[in-house]
């Protein structure tokens, strides 16, 4: 059970910041030529790697588009679409996080009670298995009683 509690307390501690991320948002627009990777970072999913994939794309082939941004592993055109209103080709980066206080907190999802762990309760003597006692001969299980299982004759 302490398991469940530690994997419980892992998934908060990972959520927790998701949640608080979707509250703030991106204002402006980052230019994908000339951004430092804090500012690519601004970008609602981007991480380190992503950065870094950025970088290294742009240093061989400077982005005459947005849409090229689809080019780099690990970043789609659905992506693409969605961060579209925040990404330029030229002009200043002036991208900055804004957090709106009116938006709701969305916390993690509650975690469901764990139910209590019970003993099953014992079998009743006519559904216990067949016992072979000393002495008997294994044929004697075969025979029809209610404590024993219906078994062919040996």
């Given at each position: 059970m302490r398991w469940i509690r530690s994997i419980v307390l892992v998934g908060l501690v990972l959520v927790g910041p998701?949640?608080?991320?979707?509250?703030?948002q991106l204002e402006g627009v980052i230019n994908l030529n000339t951004a430092s990777?804090?500012?690519?970072?601004?970008?609602?999913?981007?991480?380190?790697?992503?950065?870094?994939?950025?970088l290294a794309?742009?240093?061989s082939?400077?982005?005459r588009t947005v849409d090229e941004l689809a080019r780099i592993k690990g970043i789609g055109r659905k992506t693409v679409r969605h961060w579209r209103q925040?990404?330029?080709?030229?002009?200043p980066s002036t991208a900055q996080k804004v957090v709106r206080p009116d938006a709701p907190f969305v916390g993690p999802p509650a975690a469901p009670?764990?139910?209590p762990v019970r003993k099953p309760a014992p079998l009743p003597a006519r559904m216990s298995r067949p016992v072979l006692r000393r002495g008997e001969p294994a044929h004697a299980l075969s025979q029809h009683s209610p404590g024993n299982a219906c078994l062919p004759p040996p």
């Open positions: 998701l949640a608080l991320a979707e509250k703030s990777p804090e500012e690519l970072r601004l970008i609602p999913g981007v991480g380190a790697a992503r950065v870094r994939n950025i794309y742009r240093k082939h400077p982005f925040h990404l330029a080709v030229s002009g009670p764990v139910p």
